[in-house]
């Protein structure tokens, strides 16, 4: 699996989202007990289910990863429903 954490552990979140929806207060620390359990029902089903699980990229390079672009088109929003130049037809031969 993928661990975000320090040192490529894990970094567990877990959240009471009937008082907390916008995830702010990470009980993870308060409530290990519940993380463990949690994380090993998980692990269970990926193994039992025969879950294929997705390799780390060896190429990826930290330093170019930006979340803040993910979903952001380069040049600016396309808007539906302007009109696109129309496109040159190449010339036969």
């Known amino acids: 699996m993928f661990h975000e954490g320090k040192d490529k552990a894990h ?3 877990l959240y009471n989202l009937k008082d ?3 995830e702010k207060n990470n009980l993870a620390s308060k409530f290990p007990d519940r993380v463990t359990a949690m994380d090993k029902l998980i ?3 990926i193994r039992d289910a ?3 699980v997705p390799l ?4 990826f390079d930290p330093a170019q990863y930006k979340p803040e672009s993910i979903g952001v088109q380069p040049g600016g929003l396309k808007v539906a429903g302007k009109k696109r130049p129309p496109r040159k037809k190449p010339r036969k031969k």
């Not at 780390?56 to 190429?59: A, G, L, M, Q, T």
Request: glycine fraction near 6%.
């Open 20 to 22: 907390d929806i916008g």
């Open 11 to 13: 970094a567990y979140r």
């Open 56 to 59: 780390p990229n060896p190429h």
């Open 43 to 45: 692990e269970n089903h």
């Open 50 to 52: 025969n879950v294929v």
